[in-house]
T-cell receptor, first 114, second 110 residues
Framework: ETGVTQSPTHLIKTRGQQVTLRCSSQ?????VSWYQQALGQGPQFIFQ???????GRGNFPPRFSGLQFPNYSSELNVNALELDDSALYLC?????????????FGQGTRLTVV | GESVGLHLPTLSVQEGDNSIINCAYS??????FIWYKQESGKGPQFIID?????DKRQGQRVTVLLNKTVKHLSLQIAATQPGDSAVYFC?????????FGTGTSLTVIP
């Protein structure tokens, strides 16, 4: 158990809708990163939040946005859902944002867009 | 962007044998790597990490080797057990993100 919890575990949405996914980081960790994992692929970095600020972003469009709260929990919001957004969304918790900092993943949220 | 590749997409081993999973990375400036294990329907589980100032690190039944000259990582699992069946990813750390390959699926034959 990593102590990183995500909700919900599964979600079905219709194309064009909006979705919010949630993540609680491990105790003592102030950094949360979000990843998208398509079926049969490795996770791809969406963005990272450190002390409530976006601290880095991967190659995802602006309709992917996020928040981090004072307790370091985080949300991932996706607007105008597309069929290709169907994936496992993973949250990773880290004790800091420096290089050589380990990252521990939650169980993920399986999003299906129909 | 960075790429992390794996030499073999699938690997089958007999229970009790040793497993070796290989990974190539592309950026010689990368200085931190993690091996993850992912079981079906679950998130990636941290197995072992290694920093670029090391060439070997051992954990419980696992060893990671790093060859910076050829930009290659390997994960060795001793006495492979059925519970080791999963997809294994190496992840390369650059700036704030990890770059993952597509993974190697390990199947342990009883």
């Amino acid at each position: 158990e990593t102590g990183v919890t995500q909700s919900p575990t599964h979600l079905i949405k219709t194309r064009g809708q909006q979705v919010t996914l949630r993540c609680s980081s491990q105790s003592g960790h102030n950094t949360v990163s979000w990843y998208q994992q398509a079926l049969g692929q490795g996770p791809q970095f969406i963005f990272q939040y450190y002390r409530e600020e976006e601290n880095g972003r991967g190659n995802f469009p602006p309709r992917f946005s996020g928040l981090q709260f004072p307790n370091y929990s985080s949300e991932l919001n996706v607007n105008a859902l597309e069929l290709d957004d169907s994936a496992l969304y993973l949250c990773a918790s880290s004790p800091g944002t420096g290089v050589s900092t380990e990252a521990f993943f939650g169980q993920g949220t399986r999003l299906t867009v129909v | 962007g960075e790429s992390v590749g794996l030499h073999l997409p699938t690997l089958s081993v007999q229970e009790g044998d040793n497993s070796i999973i290989n990974c190539a990375y592309s950026n010689s400036a990368s200085d931190y790597f993690i091996w993850y294990k992912q079981e079906s329907g679950k998130g990636p589980q941290f197995i072992i990490d290694i920093r670029s100032n090391m060439d070997k690190r051992q954990g419980q039944r696992v060893t990671v080797l790093l060859n910076k000259t050829v930009k290659h990582l390997s994960l060795q699992i001793a006495a492979t057990q059925p519970g080791d069946s999963a997809v294994y990813f190496c992840a390369e750390n650059m700036n704030v993100q990890f770059y993952f390959g597509t993974g190697t699926s390990l199947t342990v034959i009883p």
